[in-house]
């Protein structure tokens, strides 16, 4: 089947989400040469969808790619007062959905905050997002206003192929946390991480908790090392 390259512009309130940016494109590519239109009904709380089939077929692949308002490879810039910076343990992933908003899915993950290093958290054990990840077909539709899955010719797809059928959200800036390691991350009021990749950084020592002190751990994208926080 021939693939389609399809280009288009999302203006997302990418600043408050994902940190630094404040627009993202798109590139998706489907069997389909058609734009979608889409609507929000994620929900925060909901982590029951699973992207498991015995019969998995991909869909197609959406790109995107963020306009930067500010470097993110520098970790000052993607720190606000409205952001917090947390040292975590990974202890589970669940399946991406469309959480936090209508136009990119995130994958949630399950985590034990280990220290505040800064602003104000009190839950010791939180989810964590980070924007994109492979959803369901019917996901994406759900995602979608009527009018836009008729238009992409999405509604000859049954329920039944929508479930063994996925569409992968990616960036050059994903990263995916391992269980059992040890992060610092730099996240939203909802814990999702700013700047993709760029707000998170790696415990040097194989990700043992507990091991290595924070100036030593390093940005998963960058290599660069997390800075001093004068609290």
Not at 58 to 69: E, R
Not at 83 to 112: M, Q, S
Request: aromatic share 10%; net charge negative; charged share 20%.
């Amino acid at each position: 089947m021939k693939k389609y390259l399809i280009v288009l512009l999302i203006a997302l309130s990418a600043v408050y989400l994902y940190g630094c940016s404040n627009s993202v494109t798109s590139e998706v590519t489907t069997g389909d040469n058609s734009i979608a239109q889409t609507q929000n009904v994620g929900d925060n709380s909901t982590m029951e969808k699973s992207n498991s089939s015995s019969a998995k077929t991909s869909y197609g692949t959406i790109s995107t790619v963020p306009s930067w308002v500010a470097d993110p490879s520098i970790p000052e810039n993607l720190m606000t007062d409205s952001r917090l910076v947390l040292k975590i343990v990974i202890n589970e992933k669940a399946g991406a959905d469309f959480y936090l908003t209508e136009h990119e899915p995130v994958t949630p993950y399950k985590a034990e905050v280990t220290e505040v290093i800064a602003g104000d958290a009190a839950e010791p054990d939180i989810t964590v997002y980070v924007a994109g990840g492979e959803v369901t077909l019917n996901q994406y539709k759900n995602s979608m206003s009527e009018e836009s899955v008729k238009k992409m010719g999405l509604d000859k797809y049954s329920a039944a192929d929508g479930e063994s059928m996925f569409v992968d959200f990616v960036t050059d800036f994903d990263y995916d946390f391992e269980v059992g390691n040890e992060y610092i991350v730099i996240v939203n009021e909802d814990h999702m991480v700013a700047g993709y990749g760029y707000g998170i950084f790696k415990n040097p020592a194989d990700g043992k908790p507990g091991i290595s002190s924070n100036e030593s751990f390093t940005n998963v994208l960058t290599d660069k090392s997390f800075p001093v926080i004068n609290r």
